[in-house]
């Protein structure tokens, strides 16, 4: 029995290197996704984003329009700014788009983002939505860093401009793969051959944000529900606890 516990964990010594490594080469280091969902105006700014860019092509039939609401927008906001002609308020955010002509024109029929903040993690979707760069071998002409041969298209490259992809050694001596800007969008500048995306890294925050809020809407109601009880309970207690041990220490002073 000892021996068949000793030849186990030489076994695992031995595995978990190796999937360490495989691990750390699948792809760049992803960057901490600055997601707050309590942040209202930036759910709602995501939410923009999401209607104006995404919904042309990607559902999000868990997701009904009303549950906007539970970020501060009225009822005739969201019919007027984020839902298409002739829907309705307790719609699920569907698109006409149909399937068939999807997978013909792009090759592959554009997946529902309802759960996709959950599945992938907003630190992935924060990196993919930064990641694209100019590739001509690719149909779109379009590649990502993150998800490599991508199928679709940069549909925010007006906002980042053009990236291209650059290859370099670190100290160590391993190739590094970076993206450089070398065309200035609206949202990015190019200063003295540095570029600057801080108002587009905001944006695709803000559109992180949302997708993360859709895959649990009630998230919002429920830590905002939970402050309520934890201060009520706090303001009930505390009186309770001071009385209790004054009446505790009495006999001691």
């Known amino acids: 029995m000892k021996s068949k516990i000793r030849h186990l964990i030489a076994a695992m ?27 209202t105006e930036s759910l709602q700014r995501g939410a923009q984003l999401f209607s104006n860019y995404c919904l042309s092509c990607h559902s999000a039939s868990a997701m009904r329009y009303n549950r906007l609401e539970d970020i501060g927008l009225s009822e005739e906001q969201i019919k007027a700014n984020l839902m298409p002609e002739g829907a309705k308020i307790g719609d699920q955010m569907n698109v006409s788009m149909d399937k068939k002509d999807a997978k013909l024109w792009l090759g592959a029929a554009p997946p529902d983002l309802s759960l996709i903040a959950r599945s992938r993690g907003a630190d992935y979707l924060y990196a993919y939505l930064r990641g694209f760069y100019r590739d001509p071998t690719r149909p779109t002409g379009w590649n990502n860093l993150v998800f490599d041969k991508v199928g679709m298209p940069h549909v925010l490259w007006e906002m980042q401009g053009e990236q291209v992809l650059k290859t370099e050694k670190n100290a160590a001596g391993h190739e590094e793969r970076k993206l450089e800007l070398v065309k200035a969008g609206s949202l990015t500048k190019l200063e003295n051959g540095k570029a600057n995306t801080v108002e587009f890294d905001k944006r ?15 998230q919002v109601k429920r830590h905002q529900i939970g402050y309520v009880v934890l201060m009520f309970l706090g303001l009930l207690l505390l009186p309770l606890t001071y009385f209790l041990k ?3 220490w009495k006999d001691v002073h």
């Open 246 to 248: 004054k009446e505790y």
């Open 13 to 39: 010594a031995l595995v978990l290197p190796v999937s360490g490594t495989v691990l750390a080469n699948e792809g760049p280091a992803l960057e901490k996704a600055p997601i707050d969902i309590q942040d």
């Open 204 to 218: 695709m925050a803000d559109l992180t944000n949302y997708l993360v809020f859709i895959g649990e809407p009630a």
